[in-house]
């Protein structure tokens, strides 16, 4: 099968991703070990169908591979390292995830209106993989081969799919995603309103408005889905966003800099190196991938 995928989506040597027949669906790939550098990866699930790699998120260490997938019920941002070389290589799978299909689910599953996530979850947490699911992603897989077969059979496929993530021992996070108004829901609309507005000025004030919350209240609930605080959040995305205007649309430093809303150069250098460990101008090396973000 995946040599199958290979012929039909060209997997070239290096690292990147592509979109597949079915648009919520990329598979994502790696020819060589990228070291631990930061990311920040959207809302879905990521299924590592070959090869290996280790998140790191503060005191947290976990794998992710073929026997474990990622939930990440918000974009998360964490350090990311891979396992792979030309013999060996990585190949994954990043399916997004669809709040509609969440709230439909969590009505037909009568999961209770007021089910918290635990004030201590975070948005990304590690799951074994279960039989039932493992069937389900050779099934999406064979369906990614054909666009007809990827038109009719990969939504109920995907459906299936997300209904065992919520079935599994870390679904309360997608649950609560689901929700209306859950701790998890109004961080995510805090999120949202950060990834459109990132380049103008954020308070925290702004923030929590948006998630209904008053400022204390949002923070900690903030920082105990994401791990960061709503500041490190959104410097986060900034200069990931920042990264893939220099790396993949080969910006200028200046320029990418004042896209996301840094009015000094040189405070914007400063800040990038201190996240990535490299400066802007060395960023290109740095094993990004577009699908970071």
Not at 259 to 287: I, L, N, Q, T
């Amino acid at each position: 099968m995946l040599e199958r995928l290979q012929e039909i989506y060209g997997f070239e040597p290096g690292a990147g991703y592509v979109e597949t027949h079915l648009p919520q669906v990329r598979f994502f790939w790696s020819t060589e070990a990228v070291p631990r550098a930061p990311l920040i990866y959207n809302a879905g699930l990521v299924l590592i169908l070959q090869g290996h790699k280790t998140g790191y998120l503060g005191d947290r260490t976990f794998a992710y591979d073929p026997d474990h997938y990622l939930v990440l019920s918000v974009p998360m941002p964490f350090d990311c390292e891979t396992d792979a070389s030309p013999e060996d290589p990585l190949l994954g799978l990043f399916i997004d995830i669809s709040r509609e299909t969440l709230h439909e689910l969590n009505k037909a599953m009568g999961a209770p209106r007021s089910e918290p996530a635990k004030a201590t979850s975070l948005g990304v947490t590690p799951a074994p993989m279960q039989a039932n699911m493992r069937d389900a992603i050779d099934r999406l897989m064979a369906a990614l081969c054909d666009p007809q077969d990827a038109a009719i059979l990969g939504p109920g496929i995907l459906r299936e799919i997300l209904y065992h993530a919520l079935r599994g021992p870390h679904g309360a996070a997608l649950r609560a995603i689901g929700q209306v108004d859950s701790h998890f829901d109004r961080v995510a609309r805090s999120i949202v309103y950060i990834r459109e507005n990132y380049p103008e000025t954020i308070s925290i004030d702004d923030m929590a408005r948006t998630a209904g919350m008053s400022a204390p209240v949002f923070h900690r609930a903030f920082k105990s889905v994401t791990g960061a605080s709503p500041h490190q959040y959104l410097t986060a995305t900034r200069l990931n966003r920042a990264k893939g205007m220099i790396t993949a649309d080969a910006l200028p430093v200046a320029e990418a800099a004042r896209r996301v809303g840094y009015e000094s150069a040189a405070h914007f250098s400063r800040a990038f190196r201190k996240h990535f460990g490299v400066s802007p101008r060395d960023a290109r090396d740095a094993g990004y991938m577009p699908i970071d973000i």
